[in-house]
């Protein structure tokens, strides 16, 4: 059963005074026990954040809309068995989700938003470009039907593959350009910027795929596979129900449940995909450092996660910037 409420939040807004509210949303934040991240930024706030009672996860809700510069914010709903976070964190950044483009601001300009029960019928036109906005490991693992991976390692390498691969306007044959991601965040700032070259026809998933999978039954679905999030469930399946991918703790990548099933699986060892990537010494450290995961388990001691390996370290980071929930 359920013991957590997850909340993926985001919203572009001006924020000029951000820097004041860090400690109030912090404190706010530890009296509730809600643990995750939020970013905040002169162009608004986004994060994931996770709480064990509905009524914490609503005192929260209503703390953050009641900032002065705030307001109503995009928020999904999800569930997760176990606490999905291990600390609260309130980071104060130059941009909530990092492109590294300066000017580009949603608040002046952004693509046209598109409801899930209308996302089909937008991206089955032959005449639309579906681009994933999403980093290419968490496309590997799901994306709609006929969408376009980058093949990005992050977000901030996404504008460049529009440069050459979409172009100014009249450059390609696309006649619409729709884009998703996890909750929202990324693909509203990549409209932005298809904005700014001037692309007119050009649309974001509302909600992002965290909604899709909510309110559009299974059986009507364009999705294949499972949606990424950067917190302890991995995966997400329809109706947002805890997919069957684990994370692979040396390299930070979802493990199917076939991978799972390769020699080349060990747990917080090694996985198909970075097998390759590193040293007999790199995963004789990490097997020793699954070890005293383990017993710390057993034995009911709290120890440091599998940030405290390299990739994973860096994952960790990344989950900061792409809150979507994560999506954001």
């Known amino acids: 059963m359920a013991q957590f409420t997850v909340a993926a939040l985001y919203k572009f807004v001006a924020f000029p005074d951000f820097k004041d509210w860090q400690d109030q949303i912090r404190t706010k934040a530890h009296s509730l026990d809600v643990c995750g991240s939020l970013l905040i930024a002169d162009e608004g706030i986004n994060g994931t954040i996770a709480c064990p009672t509905e009524d914490g996860m609503k005192e929260m809700i209503d703390f953050l809309e009641a900032i002065p510069a705030i307001g109503t914010l995009e928020v999904k709903y999800s569930h997760a068995e176990d606490r999905p976070f291990k600390r609260m964190k309130v980071r104060l950044k130059e941009e909530i989700v990092r492109m590294g483009v300066p000017g580009i601001d949603p608040n002046r300009t952004v693509g046209t938003y598109v409801e899930p029960e209308d996302w089909n019928k937008l991206i ?98 364009l999705w294949k596979g499972e949606c990424f999030v950067f917190d302890e469930r991995v995966g997400i399946k329809h109706g947002l129900e805890l997919g069957e991918y684990v994370s692979c703790h040396a390299c930070g990548r979802g493990v199917s449940p076939e991978g799972q099933k390769s020699e080349n699986y060990v747990p917080g060892v090694s996985c198909d995909y970075c097998i390759d990537k590193y040293t007999e010494n790199d995963r004789e450290r990490f097997r020793q450092r699954q070890l005293q995961l383990e017993l710390a388990r057993k034995r009911g001691e709290p120890a440091m996660g599998p940030e405290a390996q390299p990739k994973a370290k860096r994952l960790a980071r990344e989950r900061e910037d792409l809150q979507e929930s994560g999506e954001g």
């Open 124 to 221: 089955s036109d032959p005449e639309t470009l579906i681009i994933d906005t999403r980093n290419s490991f968490e496309f590997d693992m799901g994306t709609f039907k006929g969408a376009v991976d980058p093949e990005t390692q992050t977000f901030r390498e996404f504008p460049k593959w529009v440069d050459e691969h979409v172009g100014q306007p009249g450059e390609r044959n696309a006649k619409k350009i729709a884009m998703f991601c996890t909750g929202g965040i990324r693909c509203e700032k990549a409209t932005a910027y298809l904005k700014e070259m001037g692309h007119e026809n050009v649309f974001h998933l509302k909600g992002g795929i965290l909604k899709y999978l909510e309110v559009v039954p299974e059986e009507q679905s």
